[in-house]
């Protein structure tokens, strides 16, 4: 990885000079890619498809190298390109695989830079998140493509649970901020602040109201003026958005339910006010979503134990 040789640098600032002249081209060609107004048009193109996943491969290279002398540079690269890649995921949702690496840089940005972000850094991270997922879950890719021949009913399942392990990641590495900063913890709010329950509400329901922008406006856009945004509400909100994807046929997929139920436990014990704080809708999905990991449905003993610690954590809450 090329980028890694820029922690090699001792001048102050050359780090920052040396990842701008070898991924500078790359974040511009993304970003006019984005900005072209045939997008939608062009997005069918093989030769247009081909050269997104190149630079989309050369950015996931790039965030890979992710270190103490890196960070900043790389940052100020990516921070640019998350409305971008949103438009872009937006625009090729047609197109599975390009969607799967937006997801997968994503998740790997998050999980590279989220740790040395300053605190309204960290807001402009989360709201991006809550952004692509509500952006998938109102795109819904791959559900046209389930009710299509039987022969291609596999192959479109397998791709759709790859995408949501992929946006369950991008969830679950939003929760290393809390992590680094507190060991995470009982009605831990996110960077190091407490939250209103109701705040999880607030963001759930701008969520799910960006999930269906109006004609013309840029995928998520509404979330940038959410007013409260934290770890959990992002959270909590993007396991609202996810869950009526997770269909039976995808569920019979072991590392779906598997990964979905550890962020749950995760979030059952280290945010049960927040939980109790839900609408009643959405605390019921989650608690029906409970039941079945305890149930002989799901088949699995990794499951079953994230599921029971998960009801763990709210019992002590509750007493």
């Known amino acids: 990885n090329l980028c890694l040789a820029a922690a090699g640098a ?17 974040a511009r060609e993304l970003a006019a890619l984005a900005a072209r107004p045939d997008l939608a048009t062009v997005a069918g193109r093989a030769d ?13 290279g790039a965030t890979r190298a992710v270190l103490s002398r890196t960070q900043r540079a790389l940052y100020e690269l990516t921070a640019p390109l998350m409305q971008p890649l949103l438009t872009i995921m937006h625009a090729f949702r047609a197109h599975t695989g390009c969607v799967a690496l937006v997801l997968k840089l994503a998740a790997e940005v998050v999980e590279g830079h989220v740790s040395y972000l300053k605190p309204g850094e960290v807001d402009g991270v989360l709201r991006w998140v809550l952004a692509l997922v509500a952006t998938y879950a109102s795109d819904n890719s791959w559900s046209a493509r389930l009710a299509a021949a039987r022969s291609l009913q596999e192959e479109a399942r397998a791709e759709a649970a790859r995408d949501l392990r992929a946006l369950l990641r991008l969830l679950g590495h939003v929760t290393q ?4 900063a507190d060991g995470g913890g009982e009605g831990g709010g996110g960077a190091g602040t407490p939250m209103r329950s109701t ?20 995928p998520g856009a509404g979330l940038q003026e959410a007013a409260a945004v934290d770890t959990a509400a992002v959270v909590l909100a993007g ?9 039976q046929d995808l569920l019979a997929f072991p590392k779906l339910p598997r990964l979905y139920f550890s962020l749950l436990a995760y979030v059952l014990e280290n945010y049960p006010e927040q939980v109790a704080g839900l609408p009643p809708p959405h605390f019921a999905s989650l608690m029906t979503s409970l039941q079945w ?16 610690e998960g009801l763990a954590g709210l019992a002590r809450h509750q007493h």
């Open 10 to 26: 001792h001048r102050t600032g050359a780090a920052g000079e040396y990842i701008a002249q070898l991924m500078g081209a790359t």
């Open 48 to 60: 247009v498809n081909a050269a997104l996943w190149g630079l989309l491969e050369a950015m996931r």
């Open 177 to 180: 901020r809390d992590i680094g």
């Open 199 to 218: 705040a999880v509400a607030t963001v759930a329901n701008t969520a799910r109201a960006a999930s269906s922008p109006r004609a013309g406006a840029a």
């Open 239 to 247: 396991l609202n958005l996810l869950l009526p994807l997770m269909s």
């Open 293 to 308: 990991g305890m149930s002989e449905a799901a088949a699995d003993s990794v499951v079953v134990h994230s599921a029971l």
